[in-house]
């Protein structure tokens, strides 16, 4: 057995006394304790995109070095896919050494940053309780949400929870929305914006003044008071990586025109059929997972004014060959085009879905232009 190895027994058998330990006599830490609020920087995974926040507590007298990480989740949970659609898959704490973390975020090329809090050893002592607890009995465990409960806002609140006090609020970027803020994190990974744009409904709409995401508290920090000072001091940089400007020969706004490109000018109606469906069979599912998630952040999509469901029945009205209904149909479209363009005024994610409107437009006023009712002319 290596060193290594040893070391990681030593440090597993330390949490595992210290978090049972804490329900009787509270391991005690030091006057040299440190508490500190630790941000990750962005990855090119899809899950890493947003960074992600964690506790450090450490206390060199008591060979302490622990970092709390609110982002866990099990793989193997059933039906995972349902439930993280639906919104009731549970995240959990779990507690990692600090060199084993640093080592994953080195491994991955992403920065780390650390802000110690300017806390009495009392209240760091109240928070070192507070985060085992938590893992013991359970309490770790939360309902993810993206915007409501998350790795940062579960920081946020253990901290608040600990100082007694809304402490930690927002400070930056409180006049504009959530969509707003979460555009800058997806550069060069246009389908996953794309994606976020056309799924989330009214919710992210909103003026973003919570916190949720793990620059967003960085940022907040450095202005936050308690107790007559800052509540973190300044901003300590433990690993720092440039961004990494990744190119995709598919995944870029060229590909997406260039698709919309060849349905318009093809001209041919099975195509326009294919493109109709699958935008009427996303609306279906933006329509089901309003209803179905529990994410309020899928409620009330008006992007089914553009993925319109009731397109679905164009492969019947062709096979039938309902003319009149077919115009009807395309009428009805142009309308909810026209419906979504006027709530889409000033919105984000305008230019992004403009394409979509244009091919939608163009196909729809060819529709109706080809099944349009002729008026005999009588001489």
């Known amino acids: 057995m290596n060193i290594t190895s040893l070391k990681k027994i ?15 006599q509270n391991l005690l830490l030091s006057k040299e304790a440190h508490v500190s609020v630790i941000t990750c920087g962005t990855g090119n995974e899809s899950y890493s995109l947003f960074g992600h926040t964690a506790i450090r507590i450490s206390d060199p007298f008591n060979n302490i070095d622990v970092v709390y990480n609110y982002g866990a989740f099990d793989f ?18 779990v507690a990692n050494s600090y060199s084993d973390f640093i080592n994953q975020y080195q491994y991955e090329k992403r920065s780390v940053y650390e802000q110690e809090l300017n806390i009495a050893p009392n209240l760091k002592q109240k928070l070192f309780d507070n985060l085992n607890t938590s893992l013991a009995s359970g309490e770790s465990h939360y309902t993810y949400k ?36 979460l555009y800058p994190y997806f550069d060069n990974h246009f389908y996953e914006k794309l994606g976020t744009s056309i799924i989330f409904g009214k919710k992210v709409d909103e003026l973003g003044t919570q916190i ?17 000072q800052l509540l973190a001091q300044e901003n300590k940089t433990i690993l720092e990586f440039g961004k990494e400007v990744t190119s995709s020969w598919w995944n870029n706004v060229y590909t997406y025109l260039l ?31 309003g209803f179905y998630s529990f994410h309020q ?3 009330y999509n008006y992007n089914i004014l553009l993925f319109n469901p009731t397109l679905l029945s164009l492969l019947y009205l062709y096979h039938t060959k309902n003319r009149k209904w077919l115009y009807n149909l395309a009428l009805f479209n142009l309308l909810s085009l026209l419906i979504y363009l006027v709530i889409m005024i000033n919105k984000a994610h305008l230019m992004i ?27």
């Open 146 to 181: 993206f915007i409501d409960k998350n790795c940062t806002s579960m920081v946020v609140d253990i901290i608040n929870k600990t100082l007694d006090t809304v402490a930690i609020v927002k400070k930056t970027d409180t006049d504009i929305t959530y969509r707003t803020i």
């Open 297 to 299: 952040e899928l409620a």
């Open 353 to 379: 879905v403009f394409p979509l409107v244009i091919t939608s437009a163009v196909l729809l006023v060819k529709l109706a232009i080809q099944n349009r009712k002729r008026v005999p002319i009588i001489i």
């Open 259 to 289: 698709f919309l490109g060849f349905v318009i000018l093809l001209n041919k109606k099975s195509v326009a059929a294919f493109y109709f469906t699958i935008m009427a069979l996303l609306g279906v599912f933006f329509l089901f997972a």
């Open 76 to 93: 193997g949970t059933p039906n995972f896919v349902v439930k993280f659609i639906k919104g009731d898959l549970q995240y959990f704490a």
């Open 212 to 228: 949720f995401l793990p620059f967003e508290l960085q940022k907040s920090l450095k202005k936050v008071s308690f107790q007559n």
């Open 10 to 24: 030593s440090f597993f058998i330390l949490l595992f006394l210290t978090v049972n330990y804490s329900f009787g």
